[in-house]
Every structure is written in C-alpha cells, then in structure tokens.
C-alpha cells in the first residue's frame, strides 16, 4: 500500500531512455510510479526506481495495441492519477519503400493510436477529478519531413499538434497538457530503428537526463510545451521558416542509410 501523501503517476516507454529518466524524475519528487514497456528490461529499471522511494508497479505489455493499453490501465485500478507521462514510441529507417508495411504501421500503432488510446482513458479521468497533468514526448522531428524516417516524423507531428489541442479543450478542467520536443538523444531509439549506418544514429547526441529534466519540469510548471537543448530550438525555429522541400533534403543528409560513412 502506498504513501496517502504520495500522488500516482504512470510513466511509458520507461524501460530505457527518456522513459526511464522521466520515471526517475516522478520517484524523485515524491510520486508513486506505475511504469510500463512491451521489453523484459521494465523490471531492471522497477528495481533500479525503488531506490529513490515509494512504491514502483510494472506492467509489460505492447502499448502498441489496445489490449496491452487496457492490461496497464487496468493496473490502475482506480487510483487518481496525478500525472501521465505518454513517452512510449518507436522508430524506423530507411525509405518507405524498403520498409515492411506491419513494420511502419506498428510506429503508428505504438506512436499514435496507443498513445492517444490511452490518454483518452486516463484523461477522462483526471477531467472527472478536477486536476492532473499530462506529458506527451513529440519530438523536434515533428517539424520537418523526415526522409527515410517519413513515417516517424508523420508520428511525431500528429503527436505535437495533438497535444496543444487537447490542452487548449482542457484549459478549464485543471488538467495541463504539455508537449516534450526532444532532438537526437543518446537512447536505443537508433539501434531499435536500424539507423546505426546514419549521420544522425552516429552523432554525439542529448544526454536524455537533461531531457527528462526539461520536460518533468514543464509539465509540474503547466507550461505548454518544451524543446529540450538550445541546438534544438535553433533548429525547431528554422524548420518554421526553411521551405519543406529543403528541410526533407537536409532530413536525408542526416538519416539515408550510409550516411554515417560520409
């Protein structure tokens, strides 16, 4: 049984990463955590959490379908929860084409459909209590057209605008919504995605600590959306003003397979 003081918050995609990071920082500041991943690693970071504090649950399951959102939902199990933390997501390289169709649709599955799947669920409740805060990772890719990660940046963007509109249908309720836009960061995401022969998966790349930091940060501040590092806002600035067709050009020099080589 946990602390009555201490507040719920449930974290995805906290195997690794900024998941895990964004978990650290809820165990950190006095939450209970229930945290979930479709990978065995859930309950190495679970043990790695319960040094901080308070009471950590695991669900492994795929965020991907409605079936796993419904097992994690179901851990739940009534509990008022503080906060969502929606971080859970997938990648995938190279070009359209060449890619598996079950292959990209389960980057939408698991980016898209399961996200929004489960906030619909745990944000009727939360709007039900009056109070309660939800984090969505998006990402900087969201702004450009992402060539040879075309279906990922498609993702990303629906997730960024997502995540304004439904904070601008809540701003009455005292729930918050805020979008957390990282750039490249140094996780699994580019080994998982098979970009490891790009620019962009060789790159030195964000410390997801800082990461999580920024966007736990905003989300307890209400703040309505973050862009984590000042390389990535420089660059979240010009992709508002650099035409499309260029920015899926600069999106190739850093994310075509062998890129890594030049």
């Known amino acids: 049984m946990s602390d009555s003081q201490r507040k719920l918050a449930v974290v995805t995609g906290a195997s690794t990463g900024i998941g895990l990071e964004l978990a650290r920082e809820c165990a950190k500041n006095d939450f209970d955590l229930i945290i979930a991943a479709n990978e065995a690693q859930i309950e190495s970071a679970a043990e790695d959490l319960r040094r901080d504090g308070g ?4 669900v492994q399951a795929d965020l991907a379908t409605t079936e ?4 994690l939902y179901g851990k739940i199990n009534g509990r008022p929860v503080a906060a969502l933390l929606a971080n859970a997501g997938r990648g995938l ?18 980016n898209v459909t399961g996200t929004i799947y489960l906030i619909h669920k745990v944000g ?27 279906v990922y940046n498609g993702t990303k963007a629906f997730l960024d605008s997502f995540s304004y509109a439904l904070r601008e249908e809540l701003k009455d309720t005292g729930v918050t919504v805020t979008c957390l836009m990282p750039g490249a960061t140094e996780t699994e995401f580019f ?20 990461v999580a930091k920024d966007g736990f940060k905003a989300m307890m501040s209400g703040e309505g959306g973050v862009v984590s590092g000042w390389q990535n ?25 062998g890129t890594a080589k030049k």
């Open 55 to 58: 009471t950590v649950d695991v």
């Open 68 to 71: 796993g959102v419904d097992e």
């Open 93 to 110: 390289g190279k070009g359209f084409l060449d890619q598996g169709f079950d292959e990209a649709r389960y980057v939408v599955d698991t």
């Open 124 to 150: 009727r409740g939360m709007r039900a209590q009056g109070e309660g805060r939800i984090l969505i990772t998006g990402s900087i890719a969201g702004f450009m057209p992402g060539s040879y990660q075309a």
């Open 191 to 210: 080994r998982r995605a098979d970009m490891l022969d790009t620019k962009v998966g060789t790159d030195k790349k964000d410390d997801p600590a800082d």
């Open 233 to 257: 806002k420089l660059e979240a600035a010009a992709a508002h003003v650099i035409p499309s067709e260029r920015l899926a050009k600069k999106h190739s020099e850093m994310a075509a397979p």
